[in-house]
């Protein structure tokens, strides 16, 4: 199908007029910015009560880097309509860059090579690489233009996702590689995968599992069986989802309090600044409290699906998908790993565990979505 078919239901980019910065600023999503802010203050109370007040520092500095990819977001929802598409390929180049070359003089850490010290600063590559990969799938498939894909058609944006797949995977970081995947998955999938393509990717991915499984690290393995008995090894790979758990249970209706949490400041709940901040809060805050940042969640969800529909081309709607997708994959992840449903991969729950990678992530994604907001269809030809 021809790309002017395809894209009937999108204004063309012919249709888009140069919009002055004060019309960007009144478009410009504030309620979404709201919703974020509402989360990361939570995320603040907690991780306060994680570290403990002789650790304030850490809360400073997170409050310092919420500041600062705040201001990141506006920056990157301002800019030119097509600037984002015109240099996507680049920008994924220049992180896969980034990647190859964490593989060869990157920083080691827990075990992990992941960091890449720039000057004065510590990035983790593979953290970009998540909004990277999800503007240079839509690029493609944005020039591509057709309604159903096969796949055949699929084999090019097979090798974008399988080149920093292969490097994460190396690191090693089976919670990025897997998130990664899914975010890619979810790209293809609103392009237009025919229903055979989807029935043969059902076939495909079952029947690789134990070539899968045989690349895994044998830690990676125990993880994985953990979760369906974590009591086999209460004092080893089961320790972190039993004190989870514990934390989530013991929180009950309202909680225990601020800094009331037994597990969290009785050093029984490992991680509890970064990847099972969450349990720290169900178990201070109880059933309410971890509901409410759901709630805050669920909304910033919304308001990225209606910004989704009202994207003014398929560039725009992949974008937002894929960038949504992250944010809603990572959410769906950590509470499901700290509340013992998926297995424990690592990966921190947006706006509220401590960290500046993930943070810079989530809030960049952010800033790309309000920027299809601000050139959604929505406002049409009426500027």
Known sequence: MSRANDNKNFLSSEDAVALRLRERLVRFPWGLMLLLTLAACIGFIVLLSAVGKHNVNMLISQVIRFSFTLILMVVLAMANEKVYRRYAYLVYGLILLMLTAVAVMGDIGMGARRWLEIGFVRLQPSEMMKAAIVLALARYFHDQSVAKLRLRDILIPLGIILAPLVLIVHQPDLGTAVLL????????????????AILAIFII???????????????????ILTLFFPEGDPL??????????IAVGSGGLTGKGFMGGSQSHLDFLPERHTDFIFSV????????????????????????????????????LL??????????????????MVIGLLPVVGIPLPLVSYGGSSMMTIMLAMGLLAHVSIHSKQHGRAV
Do not use: C
């Not at 975010?183 to 229903?195: D, E, H, M, N, T």
């Not at 991915?205 to 993880?223: E, G």
């Not at 805050?296 to 725009?316: H, Q, S, V």
């Open 281 to 316: 809060l169900a178990e201070e805050w109880g059933f309410m409290g971890a509901m409410t940042l759901i709630v805050i969640y669920g909304l910033i969800t919304l308001r990225g699906l209606t910004i989704a529909a009202m994207a003014r081309d398929r560039f725009g």
């Open 205 to 223: 991915i079952p029947a690789s599992t134990p070539l899968f499984w045989n690349l895994l690290h044998d830690y990676q393995k125990r993880r």
């Open 236 to 245: 080893g790979a089961g320790y972190h989802i039993i004190q989870s758990k």
């Open 319 to 336: 974008l937002a998908s894929g960038l949504l997708s992250l944010f809603l994959f990572q959410v769906v992840i950590n509470i499901g």
């Open 181 to 196: 995947a899914v975010i890619s998955g979810a790209v293809i999938f609103v392009a237009g995968l025919s229903w055979n």
